[in-house]
């Protein structure tokens, strides 16, 4: 069972990338239809995910309530699935067919391509040390 502590850790978290998400979106403007904030969010939060738990300094050294704060709260409210699955589907009705399979390619191609990167660089940071 969790602790209440890391509850709150989780809460923290979420706050603060749901901020640093909406920061994002609001500092980029819209290119055309496409929705590059959600993309850029949902990529770098595949990224960082993955480099910080792949990390052997961290993921050995941090504790569970951080780990889980950063991981399932600031990258979980960071990154979003529903947002993307909406713009795929207003882009669709919107007869931009192909922009919403570009966007889904993108997104699951970059990024799943970038938290490949985020765990090799994970593994790297510690050999190199």
């Not at 978290?13 to 993309?39: H, K, N, Q």
């Not at 309530?65 to 909406?86: Q, R």
């Amino acid at each position: 069972m969790l602790s209440a502590s890391t509850y709150v850790s989780v809460f923290i978290g979420g706050c603060i990338g749901a901020v640093a998400r909406y920061t994002v979106s609001i500092g980029i403007d819209p290119i055309f239809t496409f929705p590059f904030e959600t993309l850029l969010v949902n990529w770098l939060g595949c990224f960082l995910l993955t480099y910080f738990i792949s990390h052997p300094f961290l993921s050995k050294r941090v504790s569970e309530k951080i780990m889980v704060g950063v991981g399932t709260g600031v990258l979980g409210g960071f990154t979003t699935f529903s947002t993307f699955s909406v713009e795929t589907i207003q882009l669709w009705m919107s007869q931009s067919v192909l922009m919403a399979m570009l966007y889904v390619a993108l997104s699951i191609i970059g990024g799943i391509g970038l938290a490949w990167l985020g765990f090799k660089t994970g593994r790297r940071r510690v050999s190199q040390a």
